[in-house]
């Protein structure tokens, strides 16, 4: 896959090390010897009251048309880490720029899933922050639409204008609600 814009630097966790090799790498333990890709997705949260999560809507014309999902995607070979994919997959899905990588959301295994083509691929969530005063710019190839959603809208799955957001899938809206649950942990509420 063509990387056409450099990614700025990053910081990320320290808790985030085992994230920060390349695919191969991290591929080549042995409980994850069968699996044969890895995909990220991105919690990108801004700080309002409530507080709300960036959620982008799938193209008409894509796999799982007009459904409803973080940016995330496959980490490539050529992405120098992890970590680094996730950074790319942001920059390339919405245009924002990754200047932290914050932690893993939901299990540090993460999940495993096989694709249309039959491969088996484990995919990790994480919550990323990015550079402030950017604009959301989607590559309207793969997304149409994108919300700023509360908690509140995304265990409904309802906006508060009543728009109706369907997601790629219960799991993928369970891991935003794992998002939410862990940046209240941060800040000392249940």
């Known amino acids: 896959m063509e990387h056409p814009t450099p990614l700025s630097p ?17 591929l080549s333990s042995p409980s994850l010897q069968h699996h044969q890709a890895i995909a990220s997705g991105a919690l990108i949260f801004i700080t309002t009251s409530p507080p709300k999560i960036l959620i982008i809507q799938r193209a008409p014309t ?9 940016p995330g995607g496959g ?26 990588i914050k932690r893993v959301v939901g299990s540090a295994d993460g999940m495993t899933f096989v694709t249309r083509r039959g491969l088996l691929v484990v995919k990790f969530a994480f919550e990323v922050e990015v550079r402030s005063g ?18 509140e809208e995304i265990r409904r799955g309802k906006m508060e204008d009543g728009y109706e957001i369907l997601f790629t899938g219960e799991k993928h809206r369970e891991g ?12 000392g509420g249940i």
């Open 10 to 26: 990053f910081t990320f966790s320290p808790t985030l090390a085992p994230f920060n090799v390349p695919v191969t790498t991290y």
């Open 62 to 70: 894509d796999s799982w048309p007009n459904k409803w999902e973080i």
């Open 75 to 100: 980490v490539d070979l050529e992405d120098t880490t992890i970590l680094h994919g996730v950074a790319r997959e942001v920059l390339e899905e919405t245009g924002l720029t990754v200047t932290h």
């Open 134 to 151: 950017e604009e959301v710019k989607l590559d309207v190839k793969e997304h149409q639409r994108y919300l700023w959603a509360s908690e």
């Open 176 to 187: 935003i609600l794992e998002g939410f649950r862990a940046r209240r942990e941060d800040a």
